[in-house]
Structures are given as structure tokens and as C-alpha cells.
């Protein structure tokens, strides 16, 4: 894995390689054979749920007249004994057709088996070194992000029962953010707004600095909850507005779209133009938002490293499967040096690059998207605010080396 993380670092080799017949053509054969079974399964279900019935109301009659002839004496037992014969002949035919189709299934399920071995290398340990966990240290690394992800995840007690086999000590400072995102986001899926709002408030400061709009867009979900109560909560929406006052300026006009449909409150929102405010899209929206918001402000990523290298993994793999090949087929094998470098440079696309932030050393400022850094022609980097500020009729003199230049040449090198 360590591998795999540093892929994006190496520099670029040209070696002919041919990417295998994609992944998700061998997954959609793998999932055609799986649907299959699943088709098998559910045919299978409906059946025997039919069937049983069909006993089920034959034995529950049999019970009747059982029941019925109780007190009579001198009754003709022939036809119940008759009928007795024959549902429990039912049963047991029943009984044996479910138990034959059953296995029939067998024979799907081990073909889904084979398609697995068919389009997938179940070795791949040729492209992993043997060295890479060697270290106590290295384990415990591993150990930590799959206690961390685990920890993302909800999964309490499956971390600390890994802390423990492992021997992993987690900090309780790692683990508290962990915990408050998770009961705050528990909750936004329970579609209850309150604790995300709790906690929005009293970080409303560092929110604002992050130029975040999630408290904003907490009270406007709670507001659209109530509207979609209908007219009897109209006084406590009115009266809930008065929560976006702080905002007025930023969202004005998503303040006014919400003001306006107050008007349909007793019609319904749902037949009004305002008919949109009730998108159900909106609870993964403000959990997506809460997400991304809070990491931001706790200084966490949004997703979790593990998860992070295991899709890289997933995208490098083929390739690496394939490198592998082509390296021992022509018998250069000195060029994969397992150390920690990879041969080639694979391209896991733009979602998978990362920057370190950069602060200008003139300003002392971190550098944003309203203010890039900026390379100037001589090589040395500084915010465009730096960059405005230095330049003097139309003319720039590089603060550390000092090169005269055009500001005009700098390139931004990063948003
Ligand atoms: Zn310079």
C-alpha cells in the first residue's frame, strides 16, 4: 500500500504497455452470472413461499374438520383419513422438489465462482514487496488508519476491538472528532437537523472564515421542514426566519425564494412553484456539506486515507499486473527495484491529486483560490496579492533573488 500512495510522485518511464481489457468489462461479466443466481434465488423464493402456503391452507383444514368432528360420535372418518394421506403425500413430494431446485442453485453459485477465476488474477502478490510491512513501525501505521477509518466509519466497537488485538494506542484526542461527526451525521441521516445546528452555531466563527454556508443551509433545511408540515406551522416558520438574519446579505436571494413560499403554505408547497424546496435530495446534500465542512475545520481530510489508497490501488493494479508481465517477459526485471518506486507513472486521474498548502512568504499568508500562488519567471513562488503589491509601474523585482521582471509572466501554479 505504501506503494501505492507515493504512485503520483515518480516520473514518467515510457515502457509500451497495454492496458488489459478493462475492469469493468470483467466485473460486468462476474455480475451477469451474479444476477443469475440472484434471478434463481428470487424464482426460487416466490416458489416455495406459494407451495408452502398451498400446505399450509390444506393442513390448516384438515384441522377444521378435525375440530369439527371432535364431538360427533359415530362420525366417518374415512374421507378425513383420506384427505390426511394425501396432504401429508404433499408435504413430503413439496418437501423434495424444494430440496432438488435448492441444489439446482448450487450449480449457478459455483459458476459465478468460476467467472470470478475467469476474469480475475487471484495472484497478485507478484507486484507487492515483500518488504513493505516489515517494520513494527509500518504495522502500526496500517493498524492506525484502518482504526481511524473504522473510526469515520461508525464502527466503534469494531475499532476498539482492533486497538486491543493490535495493541494500537489511539489518542483520545484522534478519536473525539470522530465521534462528534459521526452522532451529528447519525442524526442528519435520521433527518434531524438539530445537533448539526448546535455545532454549526458555537464554530460560526471559524465556519465564516472557511466561507462556509452550512449554517445557513442547516436553517434553511429546517425552515423547508416545516413548511412541508403545511399551513399549521406557519406562525413557527415565521417565526423561525428570523434565524437567517445574519445571512441576510450572503443569501439574499435564497432567503427570498423561502420567504415567498410562505404565500402556498395553505395550498401545499408541493402544488406551488416553490415545489422544489421539498427535494428529498437535500438531506444527502447537507450531509455531503456537513462532511466536507467540518473536516475542513477540524483539519481532517474529507475522506479517509484508507479508502483513499485502496481505490488508487484498485485504478494502479491492472497496470502493475501488466508491467510485471511485460518486465519478465523480456527479462529486465532490474528495472522494478521494489524499493518504494513504482516503474512506471500511473495516472489515477485528477481526484487523486494532492497539494500541500502553501503560504506566501511575503504576506505570511495561506495562499487560496481568490489569491493563487503565483511562480514568477525567475522560479520563486508568492501570492498574486504579494505579486500586486510588489509591482511598481508595471514592473516586478523578485524579492529574493532580486531578477527585474514582467508580473505579467508569472503563471498561477495552483486552483
Ligand atoms: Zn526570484
Redesign the pocket.
Known amino acids: 500500500m505504501m506503494k501505492i500512495l507515493r504512485i503520483g510522485f515518480f516520473h514518467r518511464v515510457c515502457v509500451c504497455v497495454c492496458v488489459p481489457a478493462s475492469i469493468m468489462e470483467q466485473c460486468a461479466c462476474v455480475e451477469r452470472e451474479l444476477e443469475k443466481v440472484l434471478h434463481r434465488f428470487v424464482m426460487y423464493g416466490h416458489q416455495s413461499e406459494e407451495r408452502l402456503d398451498e400446505l399450509l391452507r390444506s393442513v390448516c383444514e384438515i384441522r377444521a374438520q378435525l375440530v369439527a368432528f371432535a364431538g360427533v360420535q359415530d362420525a366417518d372418518l374415512s374421507v378425513l383419513s383420506q384427505n390426511m394421506t394425501q396432504c401429508c403425500k404433499n408435504i413430503k413430494e413439496t418437501v423434495q422438489m424444494l430440496a432438488s431446485r435448492h441444489k439446482d442453485i448450487h450449480g449457478s453459485v459455483s459458476k459465478v465462482g468460476k467467472a470470478i477465476d475467469r476474469n480475475f488474477d487471484a495472484e497478485i502478490s507478484a507486484v507487492v514487496a515483500e518488504t513493505v510491512w516489515d517494520t513494527a513501525e509500518r504495522q502500526k501505521y496500517l493498524s492506525e488508519s484502518i482504526v481511524e477509518h473504522l473510526y469515520r466509519q461508525g464502527m466503534l466497537s469494531v475499532a476498539e476491538d482492533l486497538c486491543q488485538e493490535s495493541g494500537v494506542v489511539i489518542d483520545m484526542s484522534m478519536k473525539q472528532p470522530f465521534l462528534e461527526l459521526n452522532r451529528i451525521l447519525e442524526a442528519l441521516r435520521m433527518q434531524d437537523l438539530r445537533p448539526a445546528l448546535e455545532w454549526a452555531v458555537s464554530n460560526r466563527q471559524r465556519l465564516l472564515e472557511l466561507n462556509s454556508s452550512l449554517e445557513f443551509k442547516l436553517h434553511r433545511l429546517y425552515f423547508i421542514s416545516l413548511l412541508s408540515g403545511g399551513i399549521g406551522n406557519q406562525m413557527e416558520a415565521l417565526q423561525y426566519a428570523r434565524h437567517f438574519q445574519p445571512f441576510a446579505s450572503q443569501h439574499q436571494r435564497d432567503i427570498q425564494i423561502l420567504m415567498g413560499s410562505l404565500v402556498y403554505l395553505r395550498h401545499g408547497i408541493e402544488n406551488s412553484p416553490y415545489r422544489s424546496l421539498l427535494e428529498t435530495n437535500q438531506w444527502a446534500e447537507i450531509c455531503n456539506i456537513f462532511t466536507r465542512d467540518a473536516c475542513a475545520l477540524l483539519g481532517l481530510s474529507v475522506e479517509s486515507p484508507l479508502s483513499v489508497s485502496f481505490a488508487s490501488g484498485c485504478m494502479a493494479l491492472p497496470v502493475l499486473m501488466n508491467i510485471k508481465q511485460v518486465i519478465e517477459q523480456r527479462q529486465c526485471s532490474g528495472v522494478w527495484t521494489h524499493k518504494d518506486e513504482l516503474p512506471i507513472e500511473i495516472d489515477l486521474g485528477k481526484k487523486c491529486w494532492y497539494h500541500s498548502v502553501f503560504a506566501c512568504p511575503i504576506l505570511r499568508q495561506q495562499t487560496s483560490e481568490s489569491n493563487p500562488p503565483m511562480k514568477?519567471i525567475?522560479?520563486?513562488v508568492i501570492s498574486r496579492d504579494a505579486l500586486n503589491k510588489l509591482t511598481n509601474a508595471g514592473k516586478l523585482k523578485?524579492p529574493?533573488?532580486?531578477?527585474e521582471q514582467n508580473p505579467s509572466h508569472a503563471k498561477q501554479i495552483y486552483f
Open positions: 514568477l525567475c522560479g520563486h523578485c529574493y533573488c532580486p531578477m
